[in-house]
Nanobody
């Protein structure tokens, strides 16, 4: 089992930045691919970004490409999501998830491929 806890959410103005953290405990986190997803009120949960367990591969959803950066520190059991140039449409609950059994070059986009999920952290961007 892997337990995931997100942090770093909050209220920010349009154009501002936030850095989310996803910290893991339990099984060895360094062997899990990790992804970030978000869910706005009344909408489905959408893929944001993913990183392979080695950190060698990353992948981003279209709306955040060029503005968000995913990274990881396996020593600290933490994955980060640096979010810049935030817009009101980025307002959502952000979830991190971990997937086991992938190579160091696989960043995983499909929600169903993830095995463990955090509880989420709220990000609100005011206009």
């Amino acid at each position: 089992q892997v337990q995931l806890v997100e942090s770093g959410g909050g209220l920010v103005q349009t154009g501002g930045s936030l850095r989310l953290s996803c910290t893991a405990s339990g099984q060895t986190f360094s062997s899990h691919a990790v992804g970030w997803f978000r869910q706005a009120p009344g909408k489905e949960r959408l893929f944001v970004a993913a990183i392979s367990w080695s950190g060698d591969s990353t992948h981003y959803g279209g709306p955040v490409k060029g503005r968000f950066t995913i990274s990881r520190d396996n020593v600290k059991n933490t994955v980060y999501l640096q979010m810049n140039s935030l817009q009101p449409e980025d307002t959502a609950v952000y979830y991190c998830a971990a997937a086991k059994g992938y190579s160091g070059y696989d960043s995983v986009e499909a929600e169903d491929d993830y095995d463990y999920w955090g509880q989420g952290t709220q990000v609100t961007v005011s206009s």
